[in-house]
């Protein structure tokens, strides 16, 4: 058996050490959009294959047996790639994809299917937006420069960013509630843009935002094809017929 965990989220980081644990044979793909990624119990690849064709070659070249999507919900493009190199390849793919977001009691979100949508749902009159949706879509919300933008990165940004007067700051999480309650608080937001990542490491500014009474522009996860899917570490080990390992 030799995997290829396709990671870049907590959840890839946690079933690394499982397969570490269980001695089980993998390679730890990143993207390469982080600077600083964190260090793994596995060998490690940075960058892409070249859309499905290259990742087919790749599995095929490596003699990959199961692959493991633990990418963030939002990486359609790769998540997409690995659906069809596996398919044409006939080697099993298994998502392992964190439950999405539920608005509860308190919550005021409105749903927008994607980026371009969410910068429509902003106001016209300037307003001061939390923008929680990572360096690669900012861009498109430059169609409304007078608002007063704040953004959370992982990596201080390179280069100008496209938003005049934007604070960035930079912050890794997993974040909590009162923390973000208080930078909420005092950057005076009053409107936050997300993305549905679900997870409870992102989780806090939207209990945050309850308590401030600060309504959330939700962008919806983008259609994937159909694949199969587990939410917990023990059913991505009992896809590769292995037990998980406690405590790891």
Same mark, same amino acid.
């Given at each position: 058996m030799r995997v290829l965990l396709l990671g870049g989220t907590t959840e890839a980081s946690a079933l690394a050490r499982q397969l570490a644990a269980a001695g089980v044979t993998a390679v730890f793909s990143y993207a390469g959009r982080t600077d600083s990624p964190a260090p793994q119990p596995l060998p490690v690849r940075i960058g892409g294959f070249g859309g #499905? +064709?290259? $990742?087919?070659r790749y599995l095929m070249t490596e003699g990959i047996t &199961?692959?493991?999507d633990a990418t963030h919900p939002f990486a359609a493009t790769i998540s997409g790639n690995a659906v069809a190199a596996c398919a044409a390849t006939g080697i099993p793919l298994c998502a392992h994809e964190r439950a999405a977001w539920v608005a509860? +009691?308190?919550?005021? *979100?409105? &749903?927008?299917a994607d980026i371009a949508a969410a910068v429509a749902a902003l106001p016209e009159e300037p307003t001061r937006i939390f923008l929680a949706i990572g360096r690669q879509t900012i861009d498109p919300f430059a169609a409304? !420069? *007078? &608002?007063?933008?704040v953004l959370r990165l992982v990596d201080p940004p390179k280069g100008r960013l496209p938003l005049p007067g934007a604070e960035v700051i930079v912050a890794r999480g997993p974040f909590d509630a009162a923390s973000d309650q208080r930078l909420l608080a005092a950057r005076r937001i009053k409107l936050i843009v997300a993305k549905n990542a679900g997870g409870a490491g992102a989780r806090a500014k939207l209990d945050a935002a309850r308590a401030l009474r600060i309504p959330v522009v939700m962008i919806d996860r983008p259609a $994937? #094809? !159909?694949r199969h899917v587990t939410a917990d570490p023990e059913g991505v080990m009992a896809f590769l017929g292995h037990p998980a390992t406690l405590g790891v």
């Open positions: #499905p +064709e290259g $990742l087919a &199961h692959v493991i509860g +009691e308190g919550d005021d *979100w409105t &749903h927008v409304k !420069p *007078w &608002h007063q933008y $994937l #094809p !159909p």
